[in-house]
């Protein structure tokens, strides 16, 4: 049970989102958007959010995309993880999504709200750090597309406040590359990620691009690792230097133990994606 009352709101335009949130705002409130709802219904059960209102981005078109369109594959952010696995657009993004939660919260969860609820794994992002990806925001910055690196910064994406994300784009020849994700859990099979590694072949390159969640407090591209593993092996890399930042030391496991299994990972992915990486 949710124990604050709130309104409900379901604008099917990005500009009426916006201002509808702005004037909340204005007037004091505590707007939310609403994606798939796990993370906002969850808190507000235990009292992590209070929203006043929320607003239902779903209704939104924008954010409803699926299309390939001047060479670009494009992922509206409304969309749920398992409408994605449906149509299948990008086998490396399928394989990501297919192991976060269950089928049952899958229909529930949006790949918007995976990139930027508070939850710190956010995997659905791998598969767009390993390659020029772009996103497509609306807020007091106007209707921009601009490259996903300028705003997913340090493990999370900077959204200015009541900012949408409206769509994901990549260059729809990347989504035909091979590529491989490998996914480690402590205990089960459906469990928050010890380490996710997501690599995709970099032509003329002997080593994939990586792409890592779970090791530290946010996903990261591992362009430092990927410059190590051209000189030594996964047991060889002097890894802490390699990292954003220590490897996380919580209830799932250790920093060493982290540490140890992104190093195995790295085998896995490597002897999986073949001696032209
Ligand atoms: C059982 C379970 C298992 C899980 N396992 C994993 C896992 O293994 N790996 C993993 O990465 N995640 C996992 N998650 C986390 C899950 O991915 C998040 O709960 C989910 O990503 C939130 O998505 P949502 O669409 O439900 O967002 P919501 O709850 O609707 O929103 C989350 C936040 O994002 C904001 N938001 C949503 N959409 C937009 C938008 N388009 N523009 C701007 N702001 C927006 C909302 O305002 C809110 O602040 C799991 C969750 C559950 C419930």
């Known amino acids: 049970m949710i124990a604050v009352d709130f309104a409900y709101r379901r604008p099917d335009t990005l500009a009426g989102a916006y201002e509808l949130f702005s004037d909340l705002a204005r007037r004091g409130e505590n707007p939310f958007y609403l994606g798939g709802g796990t993370e906002i219904v969850t808190g507000a059960r235990t009292g992590l959010f209070t929203p006043s209102s929320v607003i239902d981005v779903k209704a939104i078109s924008d954010l409803r995309a699926l299309a390939v369109h001047d060479g670009r594959l494009i992922l509206g952010a409304g969309l749920s993880l398992r409408e994605i696995l449906a149509k299948d657009p990008w086998p490396l993004l399928s394989h990501i999504l297919s192991r976060i939660a269950d089928h049952s919260v899958r229909t529930q969860i949006t790949l918007g709200g995976n990139l930027v609820g508070s939850i710190p794994y956010r995997e659905a992002v791998l598969p767009f750090l390993l390659t020029e990806s772009a996103v497509r925001l609306y807020g007091s910055g106007g209707d921009r597309w601009v490259p996903l690196a300028h705003v997913f910064t340090d493990g999370s994406l900077r959204l200015a406040v009541g900012e949408l994300l409206v769509a994901l ?76 930042e220590a490897p996380l030391d919580d209830r799932h496991g250790s920093s060493a133990y982290r540490e140890f299994v992104f190093r195995n990972t790295l085998e896995d992915v490597l002897e999986q994606l073949g001696p032209n990486g």
């Open 169 to 244: 784009s990549v260059p729809e020849a990347v989504t035909r590359l091979g590529g491989v994700a490998c996914k480690k859990t402590r205990f089960d099979w459906v469990d928050y990620p010890l380490v996710t590694v997501a690599a995709r072949r970099q032509p003329g390159r002997r080593i994939p691009a990586l792409a890592v969640s779970g090791l530290t407090s946010g996903p990261f591209r591992a362009l430092r690792v990927e410059d190590a593993l051209l000189h030594a092996g996964p047991a060889e890399i002097p890894l802490r230097e390699l990292l954003p």
